[in-house]
């Protein structure tokens, strides 16, 4: 048998970053809203989530004006901390010999948050290089840079040894990346009987496809919101078994309103997330899952 000779094709290279990745990276590398920076700055501990729990008002009565700002800026942190601590009590127990992974780490708060706690190492991915060197920076401050480190790279391609994680999880960064992809990553890493978290905004499958509001958080953030049953599918496919699952839509509200009042603060997409919580087309969840 002959074959025709067939023209020889050249593929383009794989770019180690996709157009998207680096408009994401250009987002955060970029971003210094005050509502992360000055709620950061009041005990060195950055977070780039929201808050949950009851909001004490009464910092609204504050006569002195720039007392009000600095009272509201110190409550809406207080909530973000709660949730952060609220992540953390899912991850353990862990012990100060255990590593965990924080996909997607902002500037840093939730590794530190979890090495207070467990005494862990922790490693940070983030796209942004901005982000890392600000929270490499921190770690050296606090003087737990020998066990907190934070990786400019990929969460989905992290280049971590794998098995080598008690416990991992995505704080509000899962709406970035495909999940399968990210769920193979964590279930690579984590050993077996290893803990996975995700805190997350996700679209609420039962009001039907993303609402207008949905598709509004996702061009402020850039970001692709999932529906909430992507989460428990791509679980099942990666490995990762849920253990609790935890709806945070109603103890997110207080954070919202508190917030879209701090003039200081406000950044424009407090109104769109007290309506995508209110008219149930989006919720706020935590997942808890043994890796298998
Ligand atoms: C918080 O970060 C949120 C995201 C990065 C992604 C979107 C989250 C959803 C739950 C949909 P941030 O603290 O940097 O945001 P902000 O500047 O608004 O406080
Ligand atoms: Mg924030």
Redesign the pocket.
């Known amino acids: 048998m002959t074959t025709a000779p067939v023209a020889r094709t050249t593929t383009a290279p794989v770019p180690t970053q996709s157009t998207y990745q680096t408009r994401v990276a250009d987002y955060w590398n970029a ?1 210094e ?1 005050p ?2 920076l000055e709620l950061g700055k009041i005990d060195d501990l950055y ?4 808050g949950i729990g009851e909001a004490d008002w009464a910092v609204l009565d504050e006569p002195d004006s720039t007392l009000r700002r600095e009272r509201v800026t110190a409550e809406l942190h207080r909530l973000e901390h709660a949730q952060a601590e609220l992540l953390a009590s899912q991850l353990g127990p862990l012990a100060p010999a255990d590593r965990v992974f924080d996909a997607g780490c ?1 500037r840093g708060g939730g590794s530190v948050v979890a090495n207070l706690r467990y005494g862990c190492h922790a490693d940070g991915v983030t796209i942004s290089a901005k982000q890392a060197e600000f929270a490499n920076e921190t770690a050296r401050r606090r003087g737990i840079d020998d066990k907190v480190r934070y990786h400019h790279r990929n969460m989905l391609d992290t280049g971590f040894e794998s098995g080598a994680y008690a416990a991992s999880w995505n704080n ?2 899962s ?1 970035y990346v495909e999940l399968d992809l990210l769920f193979a990553e964590h279930a690579r890493v984590l050993r077996r009987g290893g803990r996975y978290v995700v805190v ?2 996700c679209y609420n499958d039962t009001y039907g496809r993303a609402s207008r509001e949905v598709s509004l ?1 996702n061009a402020h ?1 850039i ?1 692709d ?1 999932h529906p909430r049953s992507a989460y428990f599918r791509a679980m099942a496919r990666n490995r990762l078994v849920p253990v609790h699952v935890q709806d945070l839509t109603e103890a997110a509200i207080p954070y919202w309103e508190l917030r879209r009042q701090a003039d200081h603060l406000v ?1 424009g ?1 407090e109104d769109t997330f007290l309506s995508a919580y209110r008219n149930g087309s989006f919720q ?1 969840l935590m997942i808890a899952a043994d890796r298998v």
């Open positions: 971003e809203n509502v992360n977070h780039h989530h929201y902002g509000e960064s709406m997350t905004g958080i953030y970001c919101i950044t997409i706020y």
